[in-house]
T-cell receptor
Framework: KAGVTQTPRYLIKTRGQQVTLSCSPI?????VSWYQQTPGQGLQFLFE???????NKGNFPGRFSGRQFSNSRSEMNVSTLELGDSALYLC?????????????FGPGTRLTVL | EDKVVQSPLSLVVHEGDTVTLNCSYE??????LLWYKQEKKAPTFLFML????IEKKSGRLSSILDKKELFSILNITATQTGDSAIYLC???????????FGAGTRLFVKA
C-alpha cells in the first residue's frame, strides 16, 4: 500500500502571498489531519477532516483553512503569509475518526516564508 | 487547556545504555496515548496505549500507560546509534478526533 503523500515537498514564498498544500491519504483512509511543526512550538494540530467535513480545529487564525474532497484527498491553504508561518507542515491519515486509531504521517511540506 | 508535556527535552547516552522517556498529559475526554519516532521528516508510529498497566513491547522498546497519574513512559534498552531521533508523545481524545502532541524528546546515542 502506498503511504501518505504530500506535495510539494518544498516551497518558498514571500510575505503576503498565499499557498496551497496537498495531501493524499493512504488508500481507504477517510480521516486526514494537518499539523504544523516548528522548532519552538513542536507539533501543533491544525485541523482534521473526515468525509469532507472538518471535525476538529486547533488554535490557528482564520488564515489557515482546509478542505477535503470526495476521494479523501485534502488541501490546506494559508493566506497572507507571515514569516512565522515558516514550518514543516505534516498531514496524517487514519481509517476513521472519533475512535482511537493509528495515524500515518506523510513526509511533510517544508514552507519557507521570506 | 489540553496539554502534553514530555521530559527530558533532550538526552545524550552511550550505546548500550537504557533510557526512559516521560510523557504526562492533561486532556479532556482522554482516550489513547501514542508514541512516535521522528528521524528525518515524517513521524513513524511506535505504540498506541489505551489501558492502564498493560505494557506494550516491540523489540528493545516498551511503553506503559498510567491513567490514574496521567502519564506514560517509553523505555529503550540496549540503545543503538540508530535510536537517535526525536520521540513524540501524543494524546487523543474521544468524541471529536483531536491529537495533541508534546514537544518531543531529542535522543542522541553516542557510539
Amino acid at each position: 500500500k502506498a503511504g501518505v503523500t504530500q506535495t510539494p515537498r518544498y516551497l518558498i514564498k514571500t510575505r503576503g502571498q498565499q499557498v496551497t498544500l496537498s495531501c493524499s491519504p493512504i488508500s481507504g483512509h477517510r480521516s486526514v489531519s494537518w499539523y504544523q511543526q516548528t522548532p519552538g512550538q513542536g507539533l501543533q494540530f491544525l485541523f482534521e477532516y473526515f468525509s469532507e467535513t472538518q471535525r476538529n480545529k486547533g488554535n490557528f487564525p482564520g488564515r489557515f483553512s482546509g478542505r477535503q474532497f470526495s476521494n479523501s484527498r485534502s488541501e490546506m491553504n494559508v493566506s497572507t503569509l507571515e514569516l512565522g508561518d515558516s514550518a514543516l507542515y505534516l498531514c496524517a491519515s487514519s481509517l476513521t475518526s472519533g475512535i482511537p486509531d493509528t495515524q500515518y504521517f506523510g513526509p511533510g511540506t517544508r514552507l519557507t516564508v521570506l | 487547556e489540553d496539554k502534553v508535556v514530555q521530559s527530558p527535552l533532550s538526552l545524550v547516552v552511550h550505546e548500550g545504555d537504557t533510557v526512559t522517556l516521560n510523557c504526562s498529559y492533561e486532556v479532556t475526554n482522554f482516550r489513547s496515548l501514542l508514541w512516535y519516532k521522528q528521524e528525518k521528516k515524517a513521524p513513524t508510529f511506535l505504540f498506541m496505549l489505551t489501558s492502564s498497566g498493560i505494557e506494550k513491547k516491540s523489540g528493545r522498546l516498551s511503553s506503559i500507560l498510567d491513567k490514574k497519574e496521567l502519564f506514560s513512559i517509553l523505555n529503550i534498552t540496549a540503545t543503538q546509534t540508530g535510536d537517535s531521533a526525536i520521540y513524540l508523545c501524543a494524546a487523543q481524545n474521544t468524541g471529536g478526533f483531536k491529537t495533541i502532541f508534546g514537544a518531543g524528546t531529542r535522543l542522541f546515542v553516542k557510539a
